[in-house]
Every structure is written in structure tokens, then in C-alpha cells.
């Protein structure tokens, strides 16, 4: 059997192991494919790993000519638990809550089991009764991210974050610096993190950032998958409608009204048919649906919180004054979450008295959401807490702990609640649009008397 030596032995840049590899990948259409533990090619119709004997090999046909990648974390939280305390190894555990809490995430040992992230506490642990249960340590989870995230920077400039645990990059250009096509960089990268960082990776690599993103979720934990351009439209089109960045409770609802439930229906469409049903979104879907998306890797620096506040014009005391208040500030920083893409799975709340003495109290490990009313829900828990007859003169509220808003507000069995809210957040959202903000008022706003 043919197999080139490691291209990661002695000088990586170039020398007879690096030409070896390049002859073999030429020979083979640049197919050869790549053993993910040991990183040495094998030959083309290998099914495991001559070298080493694993089965975790990577070919494609566009393997060596794509640079866009989106790379996740596998079950951080829980993973990052699992990494300090070698005693949770084998053992369900789920970071979260309690009881009247959610699931912030779960192993993939707790996921046998039903349980997922996001569900309430005490349907995970019904469905996994002897699941080790650890609060969220966001600060030593932040800390892990900003390790990895040093790492990708090292492999290039453009790394956009979308939270502390995934990202994207784009590797176009970096073959001479690395010595290596992006794929081979990324599976370096991936081996290196889980043996010097201790937590697990998976890649997506594709031509875009769409594509990049699906392909990460194909083949957790340890995953590295690949969609090229050529296959893009076929892979997509018996995939659910809801598989497309955007495409939430509400929206998928309209859609599949007019008959739209896979992406290949939108595939057939006219544009104008798409716009009566889309509106302005029709001819993103369209390209989408062809797996086209232009976005550029943005290597802006992380967005940390949205947050909204205001000083009041004479001090306030009660819990009922400052309800209203909370309210239209949340429903502020839902539509900046919106605008931005992004979700928030903590929710702070900011009071300064009248000595001007700060308070913040947070919430963490909630599920990802941009929606008002599940900002505000929490949000009011804490304020509640702190109206002990104090007077104060400035009151905010502040989503962390971002992720991608596509993620946000799906729901589950467990959760039926989020779909209606979604959906009636997003119809009032369109009014808005059309009519002006104040075209649709919830009744508790009414009450704030500064108004």
C-alpha cells in the first residue's frame, strides 16, 4: 500500500516528505486520503490507515482546493468539566441549573439518554436520573475559548468568533505559510487542541460560510467534514427548509404555507413568487438554497454583550415602575440581537442607586434567544430580588455569552412555549417595520409613567 511519511515529520514546509505528499495527492486527484490521528496520506481506496490503523480518514474531491472553515467545539462546557475532573470521563454529565433550570449542554454520554441542550432541568434529569450535574463556570470556559481562539489566529488572520467555543476562518493563502493545504492545516490544528488543550474539535470546510457550518454538525464529536461547490444544491435539496441561516419558527411557518418545506422547493420558484411569500429575504434563500453565499470572513474583534439603558428623571423604588421599563429596554436589546445575528445565553441586570453605587446581577446558561420576552423573563426574577424599598436612578439589562442567532428560539418537545413566542414576536416585528415602533405596544409598557 502507498503511503507518503508523515507530512508533519521534521520540516513541515517542504523537504522529500512534503514533495512525497504532493506527488501522491497529484497521482490521486488530490484525493489521497488524510488519517486525521497521524497525519499521514494513504492510498486512494484506503479504508483505514496504514500507519496507524485508523478508519478516520479525509478525502474529497475539493479537499485541497477549499479554505473556509467553521470549527466548533464538541460539548464544550461539559467537555472543559470532563478535562479538570478525569473521574466524569465515562459518566453522563450536564452543566446547567437547577432544578427549575435549563440544560446549558450535556456530554454526548448524557445524550444517549435524551437529553439535550436547552431542556429544563428536570425533564434531562428525569430522562438521566444519575447525570452529574455541575453549575456553568463561565469564566474558566471563557478561558479555554480564548486558548483556542490564540490557536486559530495562528493559522490566520481572518478568524471570525460567533461565541467563546466556535468560529470562523479563512485559510485562502495560507499554503506557503503553512506548508500545507487548508485542509491539512485544520487537521493539525484539530489534533493539537484536543492533545494540548484537552477538549475536542469539529471542522466544517467548504467554499463558504453557510456551507462551512453544516458541514461542522455532520459527524460530532471529532468531526471534520467537507461540502465542495460542486455537490452544494444536490446535498441541500432534500434538507429541511429550516437548515438555512434565518429560517426560524416564523418564518418556516409562512413557508411552508406556500408549499415550502425542503430547499429544493425554492430551487423551482420564480423570485416573484418568492418575494409574495419572502419578502425582502427571497433573494437570499434563492442563493442560499444554491449553497452561494458571499459573506466574507469578518475578523472584527468579539462582540461581548448588547446591552440597553437609561437614567430615570427622578429616582424609582418599586418593582412596579420599574417593570415597564425593563420591559421596553428589552425589547431594545431583542432587536440589536436581532439586526446583529446574534443570541444571548446570559442576561445581566444593571441598577446604580442614588450614591451612584452599581449593581449587576446575571443569569447564565440559558438557551440561546434574541426574543424580548425571554430576555425580559429572567431579567425580572433578579429585579425582584433587589427591590428592597432602595431608590435608583439608572436601571439596564444586558444579553452575554453570544452565539449565532440562527441557533436561537427553535425550541423542542420540552419546549413547545418558544415556537408561539417566536412567532409572535416576528409579526409584531413586521408591523413595526411597516407601521413605526410604536404601532403595537405590549400593555405592560403602558404602565411606564415617564412615557
Known amino acids: 500500500m502507498l503511503a507518503s511519511p508523515r507530512p508533519d515529520a521534521g520540516d513541515d514546509r517542504g523537504g522529500p516528505a512534503r514533495a512525497l505528499a504532493d506527488a501522491l495527492r497529484a497521482v490521486t486527484g488530490g484525493a489521497a486520503p488524510l488519517c486525521r490521528?497521524?497525519?499521514?496520506?494513504?492510498?486512494?481506496?484506503?479504508?483505514?490507515?496504514?500507519a496507524c490503523g485508523s478508519p478516520r480518514l479525509l478525502a474529497h474531491p475539493?479537499?485541497?482546493?477549499?479554505?473556509?472553515?467553521?470549527v466548533d467545539c464538541d460539548a464544550f462546557y461539559a467537555a472543559v468539566e470532563k478535562r479538570d475532573d478525569p473521574s466524569l470521563r465515562d459518566r453522563p454529565v450536564i452543566v446547567g441549573g437547577g432544578r427549575r433550570g435549563v440544560a446549558?449542554?450535556?456530554?454526548?454520554?448524557?445524550?444517549?439518554?435524551?437529553v439535550r441542550s436547552a431542556m429544563p432541568m428536570f425533564k434531562a434529569l428525569e430522562a438521566c436520573p444519575d447525570a452529574v450535574v455541575i453549575r456553568p463556570d463561565m469564566e474558566k470556559y471563557k478561558q479555554v475559548g480564548r486558548e483556542i481562539r490564540t490557536r486559530m489566529l495562528d493559522l490566520?488572520?481572518?478568524?471570525?468568533?460567533?461565541?467563546i467555543d466556535q468560529a470562523f476562518l479563512d485559510l485562502n493563502g495560507t499554503d506557503r505559510l503553512h506548508g500545507a493545504s487548508p485542509a491539512l492545516t485544520l487537521a493539525r490544528f484539530?489534533?493539537?487542541?484536543?492533545?494540548?488543550?484537552?477538549?475536542?474539535?469539529?471542522v466544517g470546510l467548504a467554499p463558504n460560510k453557510f456551507l462551512a457550518k453544516i458541514a461542522s454538525d455532520f459527524d460530532k464529536p471529532r468531526g471534520f467534514s467537507i461540502i465542495g461547490q460542486q455537490e452544494a444544491a444536490a446535498f441541500l435539496g432534500?434538507?429541511?427548509?429550516?437548515?438555512?441561516?434565518?429560517?426560524?419558527?416564523?418564518?418556516?411557518?409562512?413557508?411552508?404555507?406556500?408549499?415550502i418545506t425542503l430547499v429544493r422547493h425554492l430551487l423551482g420558484r420564480p423570485l416573484a413568487d418568492l418575494y409574495r411569500v419572502a419578502g425582502s429575504d427571497a433573494p437570499r434563500l434563492a442563493r442560499l438554497a444554491r449553497g452561494e453565499d458571499d459573506r466574507p470572513v469578518r475578523p472584527e474583534r468579539e462582540t461581548k454583550s448588547v446591552?440597553?439603558?437609561?437614567?430615570?428623571?427622578?429616582?424609582?423604588?418599586?418593582?412596579?415602575?420599574?417593570?415597564?421599563?425593563?420591559?421596553?429596554?428589552?425589547?431594545?436589546?431583542?432587536?440589536?440581537?436581532?439586526?446583529?445575528?446574534l443570541a444571548g445565553g446570559s442576561v445581566t441586570l444593571k441598577l446604580k442607586d442614588t450614591g451612584f453605587r452599581l449593581r449587576t446581577r446575571q443569569t447564565s446558561g440559558l438557551p440561546p434567544t434574541q426574543l424580548a420576552t425571554r430576555l425580559y423573563e429572567p431579567a425580572r426574577a433578579l429585579l425582584r430580588a433587589e427591590c428592597d424599598g432602595t431608590a435608583f436612578r439608572l436601571i439596564g439589562i444586558g444579553a452575554s455569552d453570544l452565539t449565532d442567532g440562527a441557533e436561537a428560539d427553535r425550541g423542542d418537545l420540552a419546549d413547545l412555549e418558544?415556537?408561539?413566542?417566536?412567532?409572535?414576536?416576528?409579526?409584531?416585528?413586521?408591523?413595526?417595520?411597516?407601521f413605526g415602533d410604536g404601532a403595537v405596544l405590549r400593555g405592560l409598557s403602558l404602565r411606564d409613567r415617564r412615557r
Open 37 to 50: 490521528d497521524c497525519l499521514r496520506f494513504a492510498a486512494a481506496a484506503a479504508r483505514r490507515c496504514a
Open 62 to 70: 475539493e479537499r485541497d482546493r477549499l479554505a473556509i472553515a467553521h
Open 104 to 114: 446549558a449542554t450535556c456530554c454526548y454520554v448524557a445524550r444517549t439518554y435524551g
Open 156 to 163: 490566520t488572520p481572518l478568524v471570525e468568533p460567533l461565541s
Open 190 to 202: 484539530a489534533r493539537a487542541v484536543e492533545h494540548e488543550v484537552g477538549v475536542t474539535v469539529s
Open 238 to 259: 432534500d434538507k429541511p427548509v429550516g437548515i438555512l441561516p434565518g429560517i426560524g419558527a416564523a418564518a418556516g411557518a409562512r413557508l411552508a404555507q406556500a408549499g
Open 307 to 341: 446591552s440597553a439603558e437609561t437614567t430615570f428623571d427622578e429616582d424609582l423604588r418599586s418593582l412596579e415602575d420599574l417593570e415597564p421599563i425593563l420591559w421596553r429596554l428589552a425589547e431594545k436589546v431583542s432587536a440589536r440581537l436581532k439586526r446583529s445575528g
Open 418 to 434: 418558544v415556537g408561539r413566542a417566536a412567532r409572535r414576536e416576528a409579526a409584531i416585528d413586521r408591523l413595526r417595520e411597516r
